[in-house]
């Protein structure tokens, strides 16, 4: 992925740094995945799963935060690009919850989704996070909402589901972030 520096005067808790933070931890996952041999299933899926989880935080995140600080600052036909973008990701981490690592598509799945990741990473980094510092939007308090917002997200996810009868529905399970999912399951 292209990496550029980022300018000194970028808050430490700023929503950019955190932004950062996120991206860097999503290039983690990818090399992890990339390093695990064919064999070692279990954690193959684990890693995609996080990976997916991470993924379906973030968007969420600059969905509702970053992308509305930046309207005025960019034109909005980048913006609906990127919420493209971000539909497409889903897209493809819901093919992957439903994937078995040992399936014949789920390698191609996780390298188109890098793929996709790369280019969304890139055009975020180098034209909408300088164009978030250009319009001089506070960083800082941006990101004390980002913060907040994802604790908020991670609360509720961790949460027990209401239960009507008391049972965990069945075909679900907790993921990596703790957020209900529907279990992969083969045809008995």
Do not use: K, W
Not at 85 to 100: G, M, V
Request: aromatic share 4%; charged share 30%.
């Amino acid at each position: 992925m292209v990496q550029t520096s980022h300018s000194s005067a970028e808050p430490p808790d700023g929503i950019l740094a955190q932004l950062r933070a996120d991206h860097a931890h999503v290039r983690a996952l990818f090399h992890a995945f990339a390093m695990l041999d064919r064999e070692e299933e279990a954690q193959r899926e684990r890693v995609v799963d996080e990976l997916c989880d991470l993924l379906a935080m973030h968007a969420l995140l600059e969905d509702e935060l970053f992308y509305p600080a930046l309207r005025g600052a960019v034109d909005d036909s980048l913006l609906e690009d990127a919420a493209l973008e971000h539909d497409s990701t889903r897209e493809l981490a819901q093919q992957l919850a439903s994937l078995f690592p040992d399936d014949e598509y789920f390698d191609v799945c996780v390298a188109v989704l890098a793929d996709e990741v790369e280019r969304h990473v890139a055009f975020e980094e180098n034209l909408l996070f300088p164009a978030l510092a250009r319009a001089g939007a506070d960083q800082l308090t941006l990101g004390l909402r980002l913060r907040a917002r994802r604790a908020q997200l991670e609360s509720d996810l961790a949460a027990a589901p209401p239960a009507i009868d008391g049972m965990e529905p069945r075909g679900l399970l907790r993921g990596a972030s703790g957020r209900m999912r529907e279990r992969r399951s083969r045809p008995r």
